[in-house]
């Protein structure tokens, strides 16, 4: 089983949803996150001073696959998020041990799904 | 204690009307009469004014609260410019055109810039010209900041503050003449006591043109056309502006009765306070009831469109109905408002916050609520020998005034539209108006969930 | 409609200079007096109400502030909605009650419903019906919505509205008339100038049988009965509806003397004023000493309490003490407060908010100083001789009223609770009553720590 | 002023008695002009004063909402108790020398403690000792409320309780009495009809001299130099605040006129309403303009602080300027106040509300405009025969007055340094104060992001 | 070591937390997160237009533990969240390699607890 | 290629951001947390009642880097984030099988920097 982690830009994750969805891959946990990287931050200026905002609003999505499940999700992902424009996000693919469902304790591939 | 109070009373007239006689007090007494009289009058205009005035932060509040976080700052600022723009332009042009002399045949009015004289007759019922102006000009921005909150989350801020001159300086003044000037439908006999017409009507079918021009937010429309809700983002300052628009009402509807001095204006200024609270009471709770009914959840956004649909549908007439017939006119404007929410939605136009069901569909049902309570003779002779409040007169001017605002409006913002000023780009609206059009954030430092 | 007033103002002025001399000039004079006097006793009072109901949006913010914020629309719907049914009901049936003519045995009064006349009769210290009304609607309101602070967290939205229909509509109306509509404790020379007792210790009574028999909010005390602080989540909100409390007061307790003119009326008007505002700074700044010194650190909600206590305390006996006796008044309210809240955390009763504490406890000390400070001679005799603010009389009333309030509501409270039609289930209550009954969040958008 | 017109009064009755034939008829006319101008003046005044408390909360959302959510308690707080600490202390001591008779030289007054009546002369423009109190306490607190904002973030809180006792207590009363007591200042012909010096300037002053005692906050300079935004975190809130104080400015300026009975104090009120309205606007457009021409986007905060700017300037003219000239006086406001930002910024002063260039800067040039559009003789004669308004007098207040701000608090900030009971930790401050200094969060269970 | 993320109902924390102290498991983080799962989200209305919620309040916590502590530790979470009801949650166990105390430089074993 | 996770507290992060640009790691990303560990909670009072805050605000610092790149990393983190008081937190190593630039679709080490 294999853990994906992706940082979109916030707009996008209606889109890359809508195409997890369409793969099949319906279960995910988001969470709000700052970003900083190749995408330089913006200036604001607040009654005439300026305001570097160099931590970009993100939004992260933790999604748990079997390991056969790992290439179309991340198609899926690519395919709601990209823009073409820096800032589009990555995606991150970690090796993931143990999968648990609490209500039932079922473990591994069936409970991931 | 009051009873205690009410004998004082009683007593201090008695000794008043024991001492004896002579001829100059006449004058004296007289003189003493017109200086109180002029000081209270004048005085409760002051206080109407300001009352009024305290219905702006209640708009600003309530159409803040009904609309998304990221658009906050935006609509704030919208709402502060249209009491300074309002300021301005009316006493520029507003209020010469709206009671100076017919000019046009009758079109408008004119009474040159500013406002004049500073100094007017002495004598109760007669308001300082500077008096006056400041009870009207409350009115006029109330008109303009209605349209904020139709418009609101993809308007452009430069747009808003064309459209509010515009309003302020033009459209609103003219419609104004047409009845408060004494122009063509006050000599028919069309009666609006404190502007369910000519303020609410007019800020409410303004508002709808600007909400057709723009076409609804990105998301309140599913693909398939079914209305999305698109939540408030701080219900809480809805709810406080609501407060205080019910608490400014006291002044927009009682002080329009212009004068306090002599026992048939002190009561009908507590008449119509009274009425006005009842119709609002009656307003918000149909409103909570119609949605329990329809949605099986009491909505408190709608129990609050209800009261503001209560306030503004005993608006026009306020002074001639009873105390039930105020009931019975909230209750209807309090079920008028849901379906009006819902009408909208049907037909796919997109009002954030509900201006037209509360200010233009209440708006011209207060006016019809003229023709069915009030007895129309109450209200005295127009011109034309008709009745005030007569069925003609009152159709007449619920037809025309917001025909007048929502056709002006309308080609405004076309207008507008076609040099593109008009809308935000999507990018913008998606990330918010506030950073895109100001470079601010309402709540800095607060984590919003970004996703929405 | 304004020119037409402009008209009537100067024919009047017309009328007094025209009048010829003799017998009817005194009346000249004398209906001067009456006619200036009747239209400023009236916008006094008119000022007065409106202020009050400027209170409405001050325990509304506070509420909401000092709660959760997944409870904020619950508790903003009950604030709203105790205001509208609050107006019905006591036009129904409250004010006929409060002030008619007694009934079973002078328990109650009966004056038919609704408020009957529009006019009056022209004299200063002459209310109109209809003003006289709304003055009275706007107090019954306060002491309605106490209770919403008392019961936040927990309590149906449903059992909220009924709650407040029967205490608009009977139990105030009740123990009000046995002092303000010339009942029996006003007879035994009870005083209570402005309704520390009538008003608030009602509404604070109330709230505490409410809250007993609610019980506590899940986590409110923890397993071994410790209690649990469950911060407010937006004090900005809070304090700001202090101030506007601490405003709203001036019409509460000045107004109250229900006139201005006459030298004794002006004189006493403006003294309470300033005794109502010199209380509220004492109660907040004893409150803030008492928990700074208890707790080693200034607590800004508790001085929010006291300021509130201290306005609590001073509304019953304002008008007859002095400035410095005001002071005292508020610092006793201000240490009383904390010590209150402190006793209900040990007997384990959960007010979110110390309703209790505040209007409740204070309220009876504000009865007690009447005793205490008030020169009795100074507010008169009583039917039976007896001087008002006498200490059997205002024992009395400081028994009887909260005990007319805490034993109606327990039954009714207990009745509801009986058809389990008083409180939600646990998990709605742990999610959030916005949600669970209004399917509605409060702050849309925001992330919030959904672990609190 | 106020004597010119407890002067005034007392003419006014006596030109009614002195009156011809048969002394008690002519009382009666005379009587009830006393009565009634007596109720009205009373009347205008408390209403004066209950608008000027409204500038509280005002103040109080104004100044939270530009500060981070990590202060809000503490500033909230601090808003809280200078109204508290403000009513005893003036009560106390402040008023007495600021109204009592001239010691040390004249350098102050001294009318012993408390109010000493309750009573008065019953005539037009004469005022209770109480009213009279009530409205010069809300002036007071409202110089006060000024400073919280310039040294928010940082400041402890018990320093603050200690300024805030410092400058009502002593400090404001006494460049009161220089003018306002009848001092120095007033007998050369110095003019603040409202106080733009004797109250903003006071308070932008002192608020400068703790800005400056204090230091910066920490982040608000880059290491080299720069200035750094450090956003509000509640701008909603800061706009009804700005709404709040508009409003209560209504009372502030018109009710600075102390009588509304008489042709000519009638007209005076109206039109001062008139013009601080139209001061406002202009005030508030320009400064938004300014800012947009400057950073090419339109900043609310910056508008905001402009209308304050225009009420500031206007508030020691506003009796003696056309409707034009207020417009002027506004637009100039509106542009003074950016740059008074900028120049702040320039100088590495950090004054997190703008309460120098705002109440400090256009308080002086409120009182300069009276030289520049003031018609000296509107004003009548000074003791030294000089006209009021002329630019000497005006010069001479203009630096008299900030300099005894700014120089007595920059003392007691120095001091209250020295024992570091000034400034908070930097730990303390990085955390926020909120949790430090109260253990108290304002928004408990929103998720802040915690690295602002 | 190992790093053990559970995705759990918001209101049941205050159990798991206790669970996991009585098996002297002291050290963990917490950060909201929106979930979406088997559990069917639910539908609003908001002034009578439907909201359709499909993204769910949920708790997330980060506890890395040595080897030997995974399974009382995922006892003590499944003891604390379970209702039986869907929504219950996840757990995922991932390998940790490394783990250091920043105030002391500690690492590993030593550091993790 | 590895994903360093550091907890540390929020006061520090402009520091540990300095640090980190210093030895050229430009990109991470940003989330809140609340922590509970050696450091203990504190008491607030709240109208005299009694608050135990065990959970302590902290930030999450998430850093995809090349091996290599790790031991700079966590240094730069450390001398950031270290005052010496209990509380200072804690930094995670785990290893990352894979990384995708979404913007490109790079892959691997040329995506992760
Ligand atoms: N090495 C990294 N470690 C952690 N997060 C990263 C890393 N690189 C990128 N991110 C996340 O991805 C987001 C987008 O990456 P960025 O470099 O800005 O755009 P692009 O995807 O075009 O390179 C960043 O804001 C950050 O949240
Ligand atoms: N494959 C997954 N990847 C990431 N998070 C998941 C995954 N499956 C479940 N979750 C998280 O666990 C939560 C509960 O799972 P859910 O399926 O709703 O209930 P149940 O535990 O009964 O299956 C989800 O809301 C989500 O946050
Ligand atoms: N075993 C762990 N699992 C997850 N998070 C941890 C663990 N240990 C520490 N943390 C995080 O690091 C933060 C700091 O650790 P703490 O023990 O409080 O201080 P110290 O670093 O001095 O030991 C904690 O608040 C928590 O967020």
């Given at each position: 089983?294999?853990?994906?982690?992706?940082?979109?830009?916030?707009?996008?994750?209606?889109?890359?949803?809508?195409?997890?969805?369409?793969?099949?891959?319906?279960?995910?946990?988001?969470?709000?996150?700052?970003?900083?990287?190749?995408?330089?931050?913006?200036?604001?200026?607040?009654?005439?001073?300026?305001?570097?905002?160099?931590?970009?609003?993100k939004?992260?999505?933790?999604?748990?696959?079997?390991?056969?499940?790992?290439?179309?999700?991340?198609?899926?992902?690519?395919?709601?998020a990209?823009?073409?424009?820096i800032?589009?996000?990555?995606?991150?693919?970690?090796?993931?041990?143990?999968?648990?469902?609490?209500?039932?304790?079922?473990?591994?591939?069936?409970?991931?799904? | 204690?009051k009873?205690?109070?009410?004998?004082?009373?009683?007593?201090?007239?008695?000794?008043?009307?024991a001492?004896?006689?002579?001829?100059?007090?006449?004058v004296?007494?007289?003189?003493v009469?017109?200086?109180?009289?002029?000081?209270?009058?004048?005085?409760?205009?002051l206080?109407?004014?300001?009352?009024?005035?305290?219905?702006?932060?209640?708009?600003?509040?309530?159409?803040?609260?009904?609309?998304?976080?990221?658009?906050?700052?935006?609509?704030l600022?919208?709402?502060?410019?249209?009491?300074?723009?309002?300021?301005?332009?009316?006493?520029?042009?507003?209020?010469?055109?709206?009671?100076?002399?017919?000019?046009?045949?009758?079109?408008?009015?004119?009474?040159?810039?500013?406002?004049?004289?500073?100094?007017?007759?002495?004598?109760a019922?007669?308001?300082?010209?500077?008096?006056?102006f400041?009870?009207?000009?409350?009115?006029?921005a109330?008109?303009?900041?209605?349209?904020?909150?139709?418009?609101a989350?993809?308007?452009?801020?430069?747009?808003?503050?064309?459209?509010?001159?515009?309003?302020?300086?033009?459209?609103?003044?003219?419609?104004?003449?047409?009845?408060?000037?004494?122009?063509?439908?006050?000599?028919?006999?069309?009666?609006?006591?404190?502007?369910?017409?000519?303020?609410?009507?007019?800020?409410?079918?303004?508002?709808?043109?600007?909400?057709?021009?723009?076409?609804?937010?990105?998301?309140?429309?599913?693909?398939?056309?079914?209305?999305?809700?698109?939540?408030?983002?701080?219900?809480?300052?809805?709810?406080?502006?609501?407060?205080?628009?019910?608490?400014?009402?006291?002044?927009?509807?009682?002080?329009?009765?212009?004068?306090?001095?002599?026992?048939?204006?002190?009561?009908?200024?507590?008449?119509?306070?009274?009425?006005?609270?009842?119709?609002?009471?009656?307003?918000?709770?149909?409103?909570?009831?119609?949605?329990?009914?329809?949605?099986?959840?009491?909505?408190?956004?709608?129990?609050?469109?209800?009261?503001?649909?209560?306030?503004?549908?005993?608006?026009?007439?306020?002074?001639?109905?009873?105390?039930?017939?105020?009931?019975?006119?909230?209750?209807?404007?309090?079920?008028?408002?849901?379906?009006?929410?819902?009408?909208?939605?049907?037909?796919?136009?997109?009002?954030?916050?509900?201006?037209?069901?509360v200010?233009?569909?209440?708006?011209?049902?207060?006016?019809?609520?003229?023709?069915?309570?009030?007895?129309?003779?109450?209200?005295g002779?127009?011109?034309?020998?008709?009745?005030?409040?007569?069925?003609?007169?009152?159709?007449?001017?619920?037809?025309?005034?917001?025909?007048?605002?929502?056709?002006?409006?309308?080609?405004?913002?076309s207008?507008?539209?076609?040099?593109?000023a008009?809308?935000?780009?999507?990018?913008?609206?998606?990330?918010?108006?506030?950073?895109?059009?100001?470079?601010?954030?309402?709540?800095?430092?607060?984590?919003?969930?970004?996703?929405?």
């Amino acid at each position: 089983m294999k853990l994906i982690i992706a940082y979109i830009q916030p707009e996008k994750l209606t889109a890359v949803k809508q195409a997890l969805y369409e793969k099949d891959v319906f279960k995910m946990s988001v969470t709000n996150a700052l970003g900083c990287g190749q995408q330089k931050g913006y200036h604001e200026t607040y009654r005439g001073a300026d305001i570097e905002v160099n931590l970009l609003k993100k939004v992260r999505l933790d999604i748990a696959v079997n390991a056969d499940f790992v290439e179309t999700t991340i198609e899926a992902i690519i395919s709601g998020a990209r823009s073409g424009n820096i800032g589009d996000g990555k995606i991150f693919v970690q090796d993931l041990e143990q999968c648990i469902r609490i209500r039932t304790g079922e473990k591994g591939d069936e409970a991931i799904g | 204690m009051k009873k205690m109070m009410k004998i004082m009373g009683a007593l201090a007239l008695l000794v008043l009307l024991a001492s004896p006689v002579h001829a100059d007090e006449v004058v004296t007494a007289g003189s003493v009469a017109a200086e109180s009289g002029y000081a209270i009058d004048n005085l409760f205009l002051l206080l109407g004014a300001i009352l009024v005035i305290l219905m702006q932060p209640g708009f600003a509040m309530v159409e803040c609260g009904f609309n998304a976080a990221k658009n906050a700052v935006n609509i704030l600022f919208k709402n502060v410019m249209d009491l300074c723009i309002g300021c301005i332009l009316y006493f520029l042009f507003g209020y010469g055109i709206m009671y100076g002399d017919a000019i046009l045949g009758g079109f408008m009015g004119w009474g040159g810039m500013g406002i004049g004289a500073v100094g007017g007759d002495m004598a109760a019922g007669s308001l300082t010209p500077q008096c006056d102006f400041l009870f009207q000009v409350a009115f006029a921005a109330t008109a303009a900041t209605i349209v904020s909150g139709a418009v609101a989350g993809r308007l452009k801020f430069s747009a808003y503050l064309t459209y509010s001159a515009v309003l302020t300086g033009l459209v609103y003044p003219i419609s104004g003449f047409w009845k408060w000037g004494g122009g063509f439908l006050d000599q028919m006999g069309f009666y609006d006591f404190a502007g369910s017409g000519l303020v609410h009507a007019v800020g409410g079918f303004a508002g709808l043109a600007g909400a057709i021009v723009l076409g609804p937010r990105i998301g309140k429309f599913s693909a398939d056309g079914k209305p999305r809700g698109m939540p408030g983002h701080n219900l809480p300052l809805a709810a406080l502006g609501v407060f205080l628009l019910w608490i400014g009402w006291y002044g927009f509807n009682p002080a329009s009765q212009l004068a306090i001095v002599g026992k048939a204006n002190t009561e009908a200024v507590m008449l119509i306070a009274v009425n006005t609270t009842l119709a609002a009471a009656a307003g918000g709770i149909l409103a909570m009831l119609t949605t329990w009914f329809i949605h099986k959840k009491p909505d408190l956004t709608m129990a609050l469109n209800g009261i503001l649909a209560g306030l503004v549908g005993i608006t026009a007439n306020c002074d001639g109905v009873t105390n039930v017939e105020a009931l019975v006119i909230g209750i209807v404007a309090g079920i008028l408002v849901v379906l009006g929410v819902k009408l909208l939605d049907a037909i796919k136009v997109d009002d954030p916050v509900g201006a037209w069901p509360v200010h233009g569909l209440c708006g011209i049902w207060g006016l019809i609520a003229c023709a069915i309570f009030g007895d129309g003779s109450y209200w005295g002779e127009a011109a034309n020998g008709a009745l005030y409040g007569n069925w003609i007169a009152q159709i007449a001017g619920a037809v025309l005034v917001p025909l007048w605002a929502f056709g002006t409006m309308f080609v405004l913002f076309s207008i507008l539209k076609k040099f593109n000023a008009l809308r935000v780009s999507p990018e913008e609206e998606l990330r918010g108006l506030d950073i895109g059009e100001h470079g601010e954030e309402a709540y800095s430092g607060f984590q919003l969930w970004t996703i929405k």
